[in-house]
């Protein structure tokens, strides 16, 4: 097996871009190993349109955004696998992988970039009473199965959870001639954002039932009903609000979780908010030449910034190649989240690795009305930006200059909050 | 024309099946489902019990214990993974501690080997995540896990290549015996005629009983709930954790699976429908609630999948094993419950015994009892992984991420003897969908695999038979294939 500086697991929309900005940074070996038959990942199956409005400022299809990246990778002739399992990588960078041609193979790497996206919470992981029958599908897989595979999963929907991929499913399964009944939501909002409940629901007369969940799945060899009832402020069951909803699918849009088995096997510390890897200022994780990008790292709304992020790895992951780390001069800074912000990407800065701006990306526990975004330094507010509405389905971003950091002699915690006045 | 006819490709059917086919005769098993294990074989506690439990002088007790004894060369001879990780029965109230010398002189008296009563302090070091309230414990070395489906599966394969024939979506509805002395038993797939009869079927024992005997017997359904929590929880608790037995059953258990899973569960829950699987919330709650009373921090929200067994629960709570006394021919196996999945090599045993003996069987000269499971290339190394890959470069392509399985197991399973027809069949042959992503990710490439190798229309793939059908048609009309 040829040996590689980069090796990449992942070949969805946070590997391509990393692969893309490794090698425009110089680095002439790099690998992608992706498990699917075909690059682009996820973005395969989501035929809608709506994606890269930042990165391209035009509104592509999920297939269409990954083609432009695709076209970049066969252009620099970037090597990849398709149809390749990656099944360890080892602290020391070996990564060993699988798949028929090659059979299992190792490649001793001196940088990854983990890029492996995240997966769905299943039925099982929700603890939802009832039969076990077919017809119980996360909306993912079934996505998969309507604009992949070209089969209709069912004709009568009712789907639990509001995450963006329930709602985008609501739609397709309307275009497809199904009946979608209703999306229900545990918690008092969406999970989504605005845009898709307007656009998915909204316009299609789809009721979104907050603070509504599913009691019961009926039906022993395949769903033939679900029933909803009503939760309290503690997210219970309201005895007596029970609806039962005929239907011959129930379909899960309830969270995603970044697939980070192999990064903990390899003992990458993991963020217990995110489930992701924690990381600095230049995506690498605890281990030092291992980065991590894209929903590995933190679930993502928006693919725009996925791969905004996946460049900066990239381009991270092969200045390590060509110089090691650069030892920082200063102690790094930590990056906290308080106060209504649940978690940051990165956690630490080093000013000497930092380009000239700071992004930090975070997501709250709430929907918040007219509250603020605040960044102090060391306890000094230096951000203070109003904001209409703040929810937990839509990441929030904070752009710091490096001359404000600098500028701060000895600083040491940047703090990002969410505050009402 | 059948000389045995047995009712139920459950693990007792399976056994029984098994062990006559080491005999020259013409044996039939009808099964109402698509597949072997589709009951409360497998949906309970897979735990090879030590059999201190049963009360002494049982059937219970007696076939527990032998059923113990045979289990390892069982598993052996099938290829079927089974460790004896011991059982302990933890005492959480001080006042409770004469409660493990009454069981421990009650499994002396069943015969079960090097049983040893635990100090609290000789407990936690054997289990430090037990819980601080935990006083002491009943130690039975000789308790086990094991894989409920690859045991049925394995003994049914192994009776199937031994010359037995297997029935699937066959509902037996009705039995007579005609004036020869012959049973006629009405299916919904025609009538089957045979000289004796085996009523291994499980919570329906009773029906088929009843239909043929004045000595009436009741099954109660007496639901379980579970739930598995995700492999990393696996080695929480390495022993079978029992708290002490009541009169309702041997308790909720938090044990390891043989696949390093954890799981929790049972409750028991006397209901009405021999359907009724489906869990509650309540029953949910209450694994959470008890199994938390014996290890510190369950880490119950690593919980993967939650599913409800049935036992088939007799009035008298006893095997009932043997020649019906008013009719003739007609064998029993019922009121198999705990330790029904122990006790099965024991219980096959001795009704191939009987019949040898009532039927004058002889022995096949060729009659082969070992197999080879389905090629699991978990653990295997990197020189032995591409050996099998440059003989069958299936095997380097991985199905079902979360539990590591290639597309040579799956096609393994689909083309042996008895093979997976659905995706719950690939799944208990394979664990293809058993991981933390509860087949999310690879039950479309099942079900093309599936379709592919049976030859069947992706809308005729379903996840265990009958009308569990996974997809009902094409998008658009013509050319649905988008990719």
């Not at chain 1, 009944?181 to 909002?189: I, R």
Request: proline fraction near 4%; glycine fraction near 10%.
């Amino acid at each position: 097996m040829k040996s590689y500086d980069i090796v990449i697991v992942g070949g969805g929309p946070a590997g391509l871009a990393a692969a893309v900005a490794a090698k425009k940074a110089g680095n002439d070996s790099i690998l992608i190993l992706e498990r699917d038959h075909e690059l682009g990942g996820i973005l395969n199956q989501c035929i809608h349109n709506g994606f890269g409005l930042h990165t391209f400022k035009e509104e592509l299809t999920g297939p269409e955004y990954a083609s432009r990246f695709i076209d970049q990778v066969k252009e620099l002739q970037i090597d990849y696998k398709l149809n390749t399992m990656v099944m360890d990588i080892a602290a020391d960078k070996t990564v060993t992988a699988m798949n028929r041609e090659d059979g299992m193979f190792q490649i001793p790497a001196k940088a990854v970039i983990l890029a492996m996206g995240c997966r769905e919470r299943p039925r099982g992981a929700l603890n939802i009473p009832g039969y076990r029958p077919a017809g119980i599908y996360s909306a993912g897989t079934a996505q998969r199965l309507v604009n992949i595979e070209g089969f209709m999963p069912g004709k009568e929907i009712v789907i639990l959870g509001s995450g963006d991929i329930g709602l985008i499913m609501a739609r397709r399964m309307t275009f497809e001639g199904a009946k979608v009944q209703c999306v229900a939501e545990l918690m008092p909002y969406s999970g989504g954002l605005k845009r898709n409940i307007v656009q998915c629901l909204d316009d299609y007369g789809i009721p979104l039932l907050l603070s509504h969940t599913v009691v019961d799945i009926k039906g022993k060899e395949r769903v033939e009903g679900v029933t909803i009832a009503e939760v309290d402020e503690r997210s219970k069951p309201v005895p007596g609000t029970e609806k039962f909803y005929s239907c011959d699918t129930l379909m899960l849009s309830t969270g995603l979780i970044p697939e980070n088995e192999l990064s903990r096997s390899a003992g990458v510390d993991m963020n217990p908010v995110t489930n992701g890897p924690f990381v600095n200022e230049s995506f690498e994780t605890s281990i030092e030449g291992v980065f991590a990008c894209g929903n590995v790292l933190h679930v993502h709304d928006l693919v725009d910034y996925v791969s905004e992020e996946a460049a900066k790895a990239g381009e991270h992951a092969a200045a390590y190649v060509k110089a090691g780390r650069e030892a920082a001069s200063a102690e790094e800074i930590r990056v906290k989240a308080t106060g209504g912000a649940r978690y940051t990407v990165p956690t630490t800065v080093s000013l000497d690795r930092l380009g000239d701006l700071l992004t930090v990306r975070f997501r709250v526990g709430a929907v918040y009305k007219d509250a603020f975004v605040s960044v102090y330094l060391d306890g000094e507010r230096v951000t203070h930006q109003k904001k209409r509405i703040i929810a937990p389905g839509e990441m929030e971003q904070v752009i710091l200059k490096k001359e404000q950091l600098t500028a701060h002699t000895g600083l040491k915690e940047i703090t990002v909050t969410v505050e009402t006045e | 024309m059948y000389d045995i006819i047995i009712i139920g490709a459950g693990v007792t059917g399976a056994a029984v099946a098994r062990e006559l086919s080491r005999y020259d005769a013409r044996i039939c098993v009808l099964e109402r489902e698509e597949d072997v294990c589709c009951g409360t074989s497998k949906a309970n506690s897979a735990i090879v019990h030590a059999g201190f439990d049963a009360a002494e002088g049982s059937l219970m007790a007696r076939f527990n214990v032998r059923g113990n004894e045979l289990m390892e060369d069982l598993a052996k001879d099938l290829d079927i993974p089974f460790r004896r990780n011991g059982s302990l029965v933890v005492c959480i109230h001080k006042e409770e501690l004469d409660g493990l010398q009454e069981l421990y002189d009650r499994g002396v008296k069943n015969g079960v080997p090097d049983l040893r009563i635990l100090s609290k302090e000789e407990l936690l070091e054997m289990e430090p995540n037990l819980s601080d309230n935990a006083e002491g414990a009943l130690y039975a070395p000789t308790g086990g896990i094991i894989c409920p489906f690859k045991l049925n599966i394995a003994l049914a394969e192994n009776a199937f290549v031994n010359g037995v024939e297997f029935r699937f979506n066959t509902r037996a509805e009705h039995l007579s015996r005609d004036e020869e002395g012959l049973w006629h038993i009405r299916t919904n797939n025609g009538e089957y005629v045979t000289r004796y009869v085996v009523n291994a079927a499980g919570l329906y024992a009773d029906f088929f009983h009843n239909m043929v005997s004045e000595k009436k017997i009741h099954i109660t359904p007496r639901r379980g709930d579970y739930c598995i929590l995700d492999k990393e929880t696996g080695d929480l608790v390495d022993k079978t954790i029992f708290p002490q037995p009541s009169k309702m059953g041997k308790g909720i258990l938090v044990a390891p699976t043989i696949h390093g899973n954890l799981f929790v569960g049972p409750t028991a829950i006397d209901i009405d429908d021999k359907e009724g699987t489906a869990t509650t919330a309540e029953g949910i709650a209450q694994l959470i609630e008890k199994g938390g009373m014996y290890v510190k921090d369950l880490p119950i929200r690593k919980v993967i999948t939650s599913f409800a067994g049935l036992r088939a629960h007799e009035d008298g709570h006893e095997f009932i094993l043997g020649e019906v006394e008013d009719a003739p021919h007609f064998i029993d196996c019922a009121g198999i419950e705990s330790p029904g999945l122990t006790s099965c090599p024991a219980i096959g045993e001795y009704i191939g015994g009987m019949l040898r003996d009532k039927m004058n069987l002889t022995e096949k000269k060729d009659w082969k009892g070992t197999r080879k499971d389905v090629i699991s290339t978990e653990g295997l190394s990197l020189e032995e992984r591409n050996k099998l890959i440059r003989e069958n470069p299936a095997f380097g392509t991985i199905i079902c991420r979360c539990e590591s399985v290639t597309e040579g197991e799956i096609l393994d399973a689909i083309h042996r003897p008895l093979g997976a027809r659905s995706l719950d069949g690939v799944k208990r042959r394979t664990r293809a969908g058993m991981g933390r992503c509860q087949a999310g990710f690879c039950s479309p490439r099942v079900m093309e695999i599936l379709q592919r190798e049976l030859n069947l229309p992706m809308e005729e793939i379903t996840k265990t038979g009958g009308k569990s059908n996974m997809v009902f048609y094409r998008t658009k009309e013509e050319g649905g294939h988008t990719a």
